[in-house]
T-cell receptor
Framework: KQEVTQIPAALSVPEGENLVLNCSFT??????LQWFRQDPGKGLTSLLL?????REQTSGRLNASLDKSSGRSTLYIAASQPGDSATYLC?????????FGTGTSLTVIP | DTGVSQDPRHKITKRGQNVTFRCDPI?????LYWYRQTLGQGPEFLTY????????KSRLLSDRFSAERPKGSFSTLEIQRTEQGDSAMYLC???????????????FGPGTRLTVT
């Protein structure tokens, strides 16, 4: 069974700093990997999807990379802002379902 | 396209009662997923539909849980004889599986928070 791990569990940074969130998965036979943001008590908002044949995706200040062979993905956030404070979740997909990590709780301090 | 919607947003029920949740996916999406999320954890997969067919069920989905997607549109998740351990956020998501076998991103609804007292 796919196991997804996210490190660190929590992160606090000053505004303006660049940061990297890590996601690792045990089974490299994934179809794609998706990063989400979740605000407290809310549903998940999709940030980026990387297909298994891709190495990275970019959207605005966000860049996600995928290395299937090593079972790793990273989410890079440039010039962090207080509005980026949320929990960030990664999910690795096989044909039938997404397997989620427990998330990284990010706090950006003004 | 108004996104994925779920109803109700909150449900408080007494142990032993039955509850039903509804999910309306993005209209052109052929896949619909149900997840359960407890505090501090990532969502856990429960089941998914490809159009109206239920193709995969997690072992988390005990015989007290049943899901339907009549006509491949909206879906319902019913929990019978609720237990306190069922208290969680129930999330619905939809996505599109392309004809070439490409899987597109999942879009989540706001969730239904269930509290069993």
């Amino acid at each position: 069974k796919q196991e997804v791990t996210q490190i660190p569990a929590a992160l606090s940074v000053p505004e303006g700093e660049n940061l990297v969130l890590n996601c690792s998965f045990t089974d490299s036979a994934i179809y794609n990997l998706q990063w989400f943001r979740q605000d407290p008590g809310k549903g998940l908002t999709s940030l980026l999807l990387i297909q298994s044949s891709q190495r990275e995706q970019t959207s605005g200040r966000l860049n996600a990379s995928l290395d299937k062979s090593s079972g790793r993905s990273t989410l890079y956030i440039a010039a962090s802002q207080p509005g980026d404070s949320a929990t960030y979740l990664c999910a690795a997909a096989d044909r039938n379902q997404f397997y989620f990590g427990t998330g990284t709780s990010l706090t950006v301090i003004p | 396209d108004t996104g994925v919607s779920q109803d109700p947003r909150h449900k408080i029920t007494k142990r032993g009662q039955n509850v039903t949740f509804r999910c309306d996916p993005i209209s052109e999406h052929n896949r619909l997923y149900w997840y359960r999320q407890t505090l501090g954890q990532g969502p856990e997969f429960l089941t998914y539909f490809q159009n109206e067919a239920q193709l995969e069920k997690s072992r988390l989905l005990s015989d007290r849980f049943s899901a339907e997607r009549p006509k491949g549109s909206f879906s319902t998740l019913e929990i019978q004889r609720t237990e306190q351990g069922d208290s969680a956020m129930y999330l619905c998501a939809s996505s599109l599986e392309g004809t070439s076998g490409t899987y597109y991103e999942q879009y989540f609804g706001p969730g239904t928070r269930l509290t069993v007292t």
